[in-house]
């Protein structure tokens, strides 16, 4: 039993079946929903903790001060998700029978900011300073002994709210992980306004008027950032390399992984030539594959599959949002090449400390 | 109430055009006490850090160059990690001869750790891993570890130098100082 769910916990198993799960439950969201089944689902998330407690090295690991609210997020997450899909679903039906949304007749009225918003707004600030002086009197901070530049932790995790960002730097450059990708995470949520100026799914859930909002958003947080804090804080151990939930952290596993670059895939895998000596024309297929990605994948997907996006969007809306979006999901296809094929770089010009 | 409305107005007060020091009341006393002590404690303060900040807080780090030793100090094979607290630097000895490998992850400049069973460096912050020579093989680091400039002393002892750093992306290690023949 502790094998198979070491053998899950493979990260491309892992990621695999997390985004499958994920897809899973939007697509059938009307059974997931079910009040039966999702308190099915977390009792058996409860048993199988309480289950697996039990073993040493998965006690320490969950137990650890740092990794408790963790815990705590992770079944806040699926409450919240679970919640939202649950009005959804409800709403979607209402419309389907031409009734309003659920919302629109408890309040049908526009309320003010001030007091009604303000004074939950407020009353929410001071339950949560209640509940974090509580929190740091219960659990004691995890110090260590002072910083030492020549004795580097092993593992050293960033703090768990950043430990999506730790985990892109593991497959990208520095420049591009710290400093590109987070600007344009920032900036991509700073765009929604702009972006989706559609009215649909103002004030009230719903899944069915706005799929491809929700499906996006549920792909960006679910499977990119929470599945990242899970696999970092939980599965990475010392050396950053993965090990089961119940697999002990040994310091000497071998992970027998000797990196490739896209130019040595194609120039001496495919063509079977050796690689050409400038970085230019070595890396001109990595750079086109990159370019082709970001320029012809919106414009392909523009004539085929989102020509009514387009039509409702506008070009500039669209091609914004669609650069985003391709930027996200070019993440995991990262992830997954470096696991299953050890793909380093797709361009790796070292002259010029430019790899992608 | 016609006895009250026959009553004339209150003569308008006179406006004081000098300024009489008045009686310190004792309530007055302590507001001009406490804030006579907030400006004098608040430009002492200043003043203390303004000549504080005079002074920075240097911590002198460890000279560039630095004697290693005798060359037959170093067993063949091994990687010395003695100078990795003090100078940030670790010395190798292959069969040729030494080199010095800056302690310093390519990726994002955390210390890794050398690992005697697998014979790799390995950076715990992002899982770089290095060979014994400094080329990196696996995880994000885009390049080897970096050498210094290696070369006898004098007296015969081994002197490395951290100024000048070698890079073998670039085809640095080429470089006779890069590598100690001895």
Redesign the interface.
Known sequence: MKEFFNALADPSRFFLIFTVAVFAMLKWREFFTAPKVALTIFFGAVVFFVWAIRDPGFKANITKPDNIPIIFMLFLVGFFSWLSLYRAVKNDRRIDRGELPEEAVENPKKVLTWPDLVYSEFLCMLIGTAVLLIWALLLKAPLEEPANPNKTPNPSKAPWYFLGLQEMLVYFDPWLAGVILPGLIVNGLMAIPYVDTNPKGNGYYTFKERPFAITSFFFGFIVLWVSMIILMTFLRGPNQAFFGPFEPWNLHKVEPTVNIQFSQIFWEQWLGTSRPTGWFLRELPGIALVVGYLAITPMLLAKTVCKKMVAQMGNPRYLTMMIMFLIMVAMPIKMVLRWTFNLQFIVNIQELFLNI | MAAAAAKPAAPRPKVQLVWEPKELHRRDWMLVASWSLFALSSLVGTLFYVLRYLFPNVTYEPPLQFKAGLPTEFAPGRVDERF??SF?TWVVRNELGLYALS?VCT??G????W?E??QKF??????S?FRKTGI?????A??PLERYRIGLADDGQVMIDKSAKFQG??GEWANPESFLYV
Do not use: D, M, Q, V
């Open positions: 990795k607290a940030g302690t990726h994002l955390c210390t890794p750790n690992l069973g697998e390995k950076c715990p912050c992002h899982g891993g990196n093989f696996e995880g994000p885009p390049r992306e670039k």
